[in-house]
């Protein structure tokens, strides 16, 4: 109220600065409850997603748990130097590498080839139900997969049981390397093939249908008219979902290959983000673990901008 | 199109099309039958390799045991507490944030926002993050489970530019009519915003109900544990004897199925709703993203 009083003498000697005055007085009396609901959001921001992002130190500092990350001493690049020469995150490095790149080979054609046949579907209880029952097991945690799994493709699960019965010799699916690695992919497409299908559809509904209809007076075959009038129109779809899982070759879940893999698959099995979390949370290596955990994001990062540049190289838009 | 759509070709093309995409559907449901099916089987039929897909020898004794154990059912119950607080909590940072943010004129707005959108392109990483939760004492409490995943920057972008959407003319009248900017949020912006609230909440939820990672980084108490920590558990105890090559499992198979369709269930009551929402919910994303 001070503040009130003072802006109608501010306003005899100046009257920009009282009009200043006093449009601040009102912006403020108008929107400080908007300030005050941001006070919490603000609090969480900065102390749960900007605080931790100064803990990234402790990659380049000898962690001294009694000492604390800043006051431990500074070491450079040696927890980076020290991974570089330990065999086991080179394993998981390639593991990462080769689970992910799998996953774009056998996952990524999969979901586009099921949307664009199922839109040339005229049933809609087909349509409706298929996307419904293949959307399905993208809710279920990676917990529930692995379980689901296990009751496939264990010694006693389901695929055995069949090849048994067909009087051949059950396999090791999950202790083997190579039928791990498999299970592993095929289990992704479970998972994710319906998410993705229901975002290549939606990109179908939004085509033309008198192009389809322009290439079927002209005699196309429905091969051809899939092939080069409908493919063409959700090619920036296709772009930008292919673009965002190459640019995350490096990026790996944790859940994904932690709840699927098993000592025996070790060898396979092993990723970046199952490393961090053994080295770093089991064996309480932070610093170390930090830096694998850093050097994975800034590659991560460079790739995706790397992608995005070559895609726009394409003529393509791009994500950023 | 008519006459593509009655010739014969056609005809051929959308039975051989329709059933392979039956097919596939069934083939995709085989795997969540087969756990259904051994789950209400008894534990000597599962051993002789008479389930199929079907139950054999159908008996309730694997629901009866998994419910005995009561570390299973305690957490169960204790999980749907939580996934219910964390998503009330997590919708009101939410809203909080979305309201004055989609204010376009408040000074400041586009700075925090923003901030709020680096976070999920910047993300500090496994032992940074661990570190930070550390330092603020909540490793081992339920406050690790609620709080550092309570505001998801994705969802603030989909909240606020829902608000952004609502015609700027009621807010205006609200002011002339002396309405405070709670009262405005209260008793203009959220009621219009119920089907995006129910989409967020649901995106919530689900993400709760199914996170097993912070309860393995952050939790060592059994009692702290959610379903799917418990679940975990009961896998990997079977996955252990299975490699040390004994036959006689710690956790029976059938018991395993159980625990396994129990913990699907609310996921699958859900469903229904869960799969409207999160089709639109993934269209706002792809629109924003």
Redesign the interface.
């Known amino acids: 109220m001070a503040d009130l009083s003072q802006d109608t003498s501010a306003k005899v000697q100046g009257p920009h600065y009282g009009e200043h005055k006093v449009k601040t007085n009102t ?1 403020l009396r ?2 400080w ?3 005050v ?2 006070i ?3 609090v ?2 900065i ?10 130190i ?2 380049f500092k000898k962690f001294n748990i009694f000492k604390g ?1 800043w006051q431990s001493p500074w070491v450079g690049l040696a927890n980076f130097r020290d991974a570089f020469s330990t065999a086991q995150f080179w394993t998981a490095l390639k593991n990462t590498l080769i689970l992910n790149i799998g996953d774009v080979i056998i996952g990524f054609p999969i979901p586009i080839i ?1 949307a664009v ?2 839109y ?4 809609k209880f ?1 349509k409706k ?2 996307q ?6 993208h ?6 997969i ?7 493709c ?3 699960g ?1 695929l055995n ?1 069949i090849i ?1 019965a067909m009087g051949g010799n059950s396999i090791n699916f999950l ?1 083997s390397p190579g039928w791990w690695r498999a299970v592993y992919w095929i289990s992704g497409v ?1 998972q994710g093939a319906g ?1 993705n299908l ?2 290549y559809f ?1 990109a179908l509904s939004g085509t033309d ?1 008198s192009l389809n ?1 322009a290439a ?1 007076i002209d005699g196309a075959t ?1 091969m051809q008219r899939i092939w080069h009038v409908t493919i063409p129109q959700i090619r920036g779809t296709i772009t930008m979902m292919l673009i965002m899982s190459l640019g995350r070759v490096m990026q790996i879940g ?2 994904r290959p ?2 699927m893999g ?3 698959v070790q060898d396979v099995a092993d990723v970046i ?1 199952t490393y ?2 053994k080295t ?2 089991q064996n309480m290596r ?1 610093d170390y ?2 830096a694998v ?2 050097f994975q ?1 800034v590659v991560g ?1 460079i790739l995706v901008l790397l992608v995005n540049q070559m895609a726009k190289k394409f003529g393509e838009e791009g ?1 950023m | 199109m008519g006459e593509l759509k009655n010739s014969r070709s056609n005809k051929r093309f959308q039975i051989i099309t329709g059933t392979i995409f039956i097919i596939i559907t069934l083939i995709a449901l085989v795997p969540i039958l087969r756990v259904v099916s051994t789950s209400f089987s008894s534990k000597s039929a599962i051993l002789s390799g008479k389930v199929t897909i079907f139950p054999a020898d159908f008996t309730l004794d694997a629901y009866n045991k998994a419910f005995s154990n009561s570390n299973f059912t305690g957490s169960f119950l204790y999980t749907i507490v939580l996934t219910l607080v964390f998503t009330a909590l997590a919708m009101f940072m939410t809203i909080l944030a979305a309201y004055p943010l989609s204010k376009t004129k408040l000074k400041g707005a586009g700075f925090i926002m923003t901030a709020f959108v680096l976070t999920m392109y910047v993300d500090p990483g496994t032992i940074p993050t661990f570190m930070n939760i550390k330092s603020l004492n909540m490793i081992d409490t339920v406050w690790a489970l609620l709080i550092p995943g309570c505001l998801s920057a994705y969802n603030l972008i989909i909240m606020r530019s829902f608000f952004l959407s609502i015609d700027k003319s009621l807010f205006e009248a609200a002011y002339i009519d002396g309405c405070s900017q709670f009262k405005t949020l209260t008793t203009i912006a959220i009621p219009l915003s119920k089907p995006t609230i129910a989409t967020l909440a649901l995106f919530y939820g689900v993400g709760r109900w199914n996170d097993v990672t912070d309860n393995l980084y952050y939790i060592n108490t059994a009692s702290l544990y959610t379903v799917q920590m418990q679940l975990k558990q009961m896998i990997d105890s079977v996955k252990i004897s299975a490699l040390e090559g004994t036959t006689t499992a710690l956790v029976a198979d059938n018991i395993k199925a159980a625990s396994i369709v129990v913990s699907m269930v609310p996921m699958l009551i859900a469903y229904p709703f869960i799969q409207r929402y999160f089709t639109s919910g993934i269209m706002l994303g792809a629109v924003k993203g």
């Open positions: 912006y108008n929107n409850q908007l300030y609901m941001l919490l959001p603000l969480y921001l102390l749960f997603k900007y605080k931790p992002m100064l803990g990234i402790i990659a990350v099921l046949f199922l040339e579907v005229s049933s087909v139900s298929t419904l029952i293949l959307y399905l097991p809710f279920f945690s990676w917990v529930i692995a379980g689901v799994v296990q009751q496939i264990s010694e006693q389901l049981d048994r202790s479970w998410y229901i975002i939606a249908p209809e079927y429905r944790f859940e932690y709840m098993n000592t025996l983000s961090v979390y770093g949370l932070y673990a930090a955990g850093l994001s990062i994500i």
